[in-house]
């Protein structure tokens, strides 16, 4: 994002932070959204394997909808139902053909 800076009328102004809530947005996604979700993820490897834990990536943008149904009342839309029905379709096609391959060999 660096050089984008430079095309783009930026201007570092620190005292945007003086608002609480700006400074709660940087520190939630700096410290919850990353820190803490890559230790999660690294301690998940460790514990279930990569090959085990990357079937769970896929599971996010599920939960993420069935959170913002659940937490901010979005609405669940015949589009959102049809991905989120594609995307287990998908994982579920995705581990039956990684099942019968183990099996075979």
Not at 37 to 55: D, E, P, Q
Not at 58 to 87: K, R
Not at 88 to 102: D, M, P, Q, V
């Amino acid at each position: 994002m660096i050089p984008a800076l430079f095309l783009f009328d930026f201007k570092l102004d620190l005292s945007r932070f003086v608002n609480p809530v700006y400074l709660l947005n940087i520190l939630f996604l700096g410290l919850g959204a990353s820190a803490i979700c890559f230790v999660t993820w690294n301690f998940a490897v460790k514990v279930l394997g990569a090959v085990k834990t990357s079937i769970y990536i896929y599971l996010v943008p599920v939960i993420t909808v069935a959170a913002s149904v659940l937490i901010i009342h979005e609405p669940f839309t015949w589009i959102t139902g049809t991905g989120t029905v594609l995307t287990l379709a998908g994982l579920f096609i995705s581990e039956r053909k990684r099942s019968k391959n183990t099996e075979e060999r």
